[in-house]
């Protein structure tokens, strides 16, 4: 979404440091003896620096915010058929199982 509203670098860095912040925080809740330096290893920081710097997820939220930008709101399901070539997004199941997780 940073890179559809065309923000830079800075404010994307500040959102990754946000990011992995809750990731730490939301992994200490379920499982309290799990170490801080676990999240600067490629299950953490490294594979959120990938996924908010390429790949699909990002491709889609991109686009997704472009068109809201200019009024022409497209669905999540219609982004995937035109841009993913039959692959599915990972971000919106994912944030819905943390969504129920943090209800509860």
């Known amino acids: 979404m940073v890179d559809g509203l065309g923000l830079g670098p800075n404010t994307k860095s500040a959102i990754l440091r946000k990011g992995l912040d809750e990731m730490r925080r939301f992994a200490q809740a379920l499982f309290p003896a799990i170490r801080d330096s676990t999240f600067l290893e ?15 997820n990002r491709r889609v939220a991109m686009e997704y915010t472009k068109l809201v930008m200019a009024g022409q709101p497209a669905s999540f399901e219609e982004l995937e058929r035109d841009l ?3 692959q599915k997004l990972q971000g919106v199941l994912t944030s819905n ?6 209800v509860k």
């Open 42 to 56: 490629s299950c953490g920081m490294a594979d959120l620096i990938a996924t908010c710097i390429g790949g699909r």
């Open 84 to 86: 993913l070539n039959g």
């Open 97 to 102: 199982e943390v969504q129920e997780i943090l």
